[in-house]
């Protein structure tokens, strides 16, 4: 079911070209449909999206906007147990996030310049919550509450009805513990759309966050600069590095919790250890007989996933930085060792205590992460995510007198002569 590969220079950069490829280019059929329908939700707003949503998945809700007190009656309907679990989530996370808040600055140099940085939140945030199959109320948490946080004014949450028309109940309570202000029942890229351009019914946002499909990423890639956008984002991906001390059994575990998300997912585990290899790919045959999304993941683990053996941890861990994986989990017997050598992760699970799902619902950082190698230079979303900044600059007479003759220079050796002036105009 997984392939086995012994690390020798050359296979195991093969797999790594293989992996970053598997995104493969969006499909041009793809791309030509959603272009089209945001260009009739710009033109057409409220009724474009009516059609769509008839086209797309056969009904309309009874109310596009779900109203304030169905978030409360979600809260109070659904399931105690999972509503306790969401609220020990939500504090987890805030308590995380907010220690990523920045504040604006000023400093004062010689001469009465003062120079400074204004940090502020966006005004208001759209998020996209998928609501069929694939409904995520973690998702709904992970990116609300950093908005909030950064100090959003509003969140204009979209998520498609369910088949009945109606909202699903999870989501919708999420939403409430979250802090979302109002949310609507649409979803595909007509909805992206509607958040994008607004339209007589959804309020114009600033920026999109949230997960969906082909349709929905796609939709985000070609709205941004129109808005911003989180990121996007590829198959899930997860990566082990283990050593002789660790659990074949978790390991198993760990790589197919990646796997069930998708047939493009990649699970990959890299170890010096023969005896994890082999034992680990016994626990892959063993546990997915029971588990639900059998078929999904036995095809990612066929198409995506691998076993790779290296000489040594070390080898490993270099490996880990040319992938730059989503979630990287080091189940190794030291593993705090490495933090400081791990340079390229959207998150980093350390020991034999700390899967991947932990991350996923519950400890507090990010579950949003880049993918696809991207790890080299993205981010997690963040509180950062929600903010922009605006650098200020106050010169006196004094200040500029003695900072003229060097500004003239630099501007009249670029040719600005109009640069050059406006500082020598004032002398």
């Known amino acids: 079911m997984i392939r086995m590969v012994r690390a020798d220079g050359v296979s195991e950069q093969k797999l790594l070209r293989e992996l970053k490829a598997r995104s493969g280019e969006i499909d041009r059929a793809v791309t030509a449909s959603v272009t089209q329908i945001l260009d009739d939700v710009r033109r057409f ?62 400093e004062p140099k010689a001469d009465g310049v003062l120079l400074g940085q204004r940090v502020r939140a966006l005004r208001r945030v759209g998020l996209y919550v998928p609501g069929g199959t694939a409904a995520y109320p973690s998702s709904v948490l992970m990116n609300a509450i950093p908005a909030k946080i950064a100090g959003v004014q509003e969140i204009v949450m979209v998520t498609p009805p369910r088949k009945d028309g109606t909202a699903n109940p999870d989501i919708l309570a999420a939403a409430k ?35 969906g499909n082909i349709y929905v990423a796609t939709a985000k890639k070609l ?94 861990v270099e490996f880990a930085n040319l992938l730059a994986p989503e979630h990287l989990e080091m189940a190794v017997k030291d593993p705090l060792e490495y933090i400081g050598r791990i340079d390229n992760a959207g998150s980093v699970f350390l020991g034999q205590y700390a899967p991947e799902p932990l991350g996923d619902y519950y400890a507090g950082p990010n579950h949003v992460l880049p993918t696809g190698g991207t790890a080299r230079f993205f981010s997690p979303l963040s509180v950062d995510s929600f903010v922009k900044k605006s650098s200020f600059i106050y010169y006196t007479q004094t200040a500029l007198e003695k900072a003229k003759d060097d500004i003239v220079t630099l501007a009249e050796a670029e040719g600005l002569t109009a640069h050059a002036n406006a500082v020598k105009v004032r002398f």
Request: charged content about 25%; proline content about 4%; hydrophobic content about 45%.
């Open 45 to 106: 707003g409220d009724t474009s999206v009516r059609e769509y949503t008839m086209k797309f998945d056969g009904a309309l809700p009874e109310q596009a906007e779900i109203p304030p007190e169905a978030l409360d009656a979600a809260v109070e309907s659904c399931d105690s147990t999972f509503i306790y679990a969401l609220y020990k989530a939500a504090d987890n996370i805030r308590d995380f996030h907010r220690r990523q808040k920045q504040q604006s600055w000023l």
């Open 177 to 211: 513990i979250a802090g979302v202000d109002r949310v609507f029942l649409m979803g595909g890229a007509q909805a992206v759309a509607a958040l994008a351009y607004g339209t007589e019914t959804v309020p114009q946002v600033d920026k999109i966050v949230g997960p």
């Open 223 to 316: 709205l941004f600069g129109t808005v911003d956008i989180d990121m996007i984002a590829g198959p899930s991906e997860i990566l082990i590095v283990a050593d002789e001390t660790a659990d074949p059994k978790c390991l198993a575990a760990d790589l197919m919790s990646q796997a069930e998300h998708d047939k493009m997912a990649s699970a990959v585990l890299l170890t010096n250890s023969e005896r994890i290899a082999a034992r680990t790919a016994e626990e892959l045959e063993r546990q997915v007989q029971a588990l639900s999304r059998r078929d999904i993941i036995e095809q990612a683990l066929r198409d995506f996933g691998a076993i790779i053996l290296c000489d040594t941890v070390d080898r490993a």
